[in-house]
């Protein structure tokens, strides 16, 4: 017996285990196999499926070839709200990749991820981008060009309800921006015009993903005030949906974050946080943007520079004031909108 093997031996004598020789072989068999192999979990959103299954085993392939190990993730998609809730319910999430920053947030303030997850991360943790669109009927009969139409007499809206939709408060911002930053209107003026767009909107589904089935399934609306990757993965599918890029938007920054709490107690931080890293090379930032997200990575962007038209009034978050501002003055109780909901 080697002396390594004398030492394990000796170590669980100590113990007061008393094992046989072919089950002390199975068991450090076992530990050692354990070293070769790492599992991840990865939440993120369900519109990302399909560049996360291009992206894991091309980073399973270069870790093992870099460290000798096979690294598992393990996935699990949702709407970015659920998912962060999730989390914070016990979810042993290594790395969340979530639709929103304010998802994120809600995951630090349970005391998951450490404040500042955005300076250790590339791009400061903004993982892909998108803008909104507006989808219409086959050869647009309503003749709808841009945001301002939407409030005019006779057109029905879809739209997901922002108080129980994460996705949808990036609709709702991109009203209101446009009118405040773009046409640099009041914010008497743009809560009238946001109000006259909400008037339009016939029912308000809980989430991006009912607000599509009402439009299409059944058949309800005008216009869609939807998402471009949402739409360029369907028109991938063959789906073809006809879409106008409005002449502004707020730029949709999608962010990822490693849980600190959760990789520090599993052992995993290393491999978490370079399957991160791996999100940004221009390798999987070309699977983002091969299922319709605009790509953060510049040589990317500049290779999808076709598909992904350059937005003169493009603004973001900061712009309107962050997102605790944001949820505090629009989205809380009592704030705008429940004060739009209320003339509806």
Sequence with gaps: MSVVGFARRGFLAAAGVVVSGLVLSHLFT??????????????????????????????AAQWEAETGQRVFVETSYAGSATQSRAVIDGLDADVAALALALDIHRIQDAGLIQPGWEERTPNRGILTRSVTVIVTREGNPKGIQDWDDLAKEGINVVTANPKTSGGARWNFLSLWGYKTLVQEATDDEALEFTTQVYQ?????????????????????GDALITYEHEVLLANLRGENLPYILPSSSISIDNPVAVVDEIVDRKGTREVAEAFVAFLFTPEAQREFAKVGFRPV????????????????????????????????????????????????
């Design 297 to 344: 990575n510049p040589e990317v962007a500049a290779e999808f520079a076709d598909q992904y038209p350059v937005m003169d009034n493009l603004f973001t978050v900061e712009d309107l004031g962050g997102w605790d501002a944001i949820q505090e003055r629009f989205f809380d109780d009592g704030a705008i909108f429940d004060n739009i909901q209320a003339q509806l």
């Design 30 to 59: 076992a530990l050692s196999q354990a070293q070769d192999r790492v599992n991840l979990t990865l939440v993120s959103y369900a519109v990302t499926r399909a560049a996360y299954n291009n992206i894991i085993p091309k980073f």
């Design 200 to 220: 339009n909107v016939g029912v308000l589904p809980r989430d991006a993903r009912e607000a599509t089935d009402v439009f299409f399934q059944k058949g309800q």
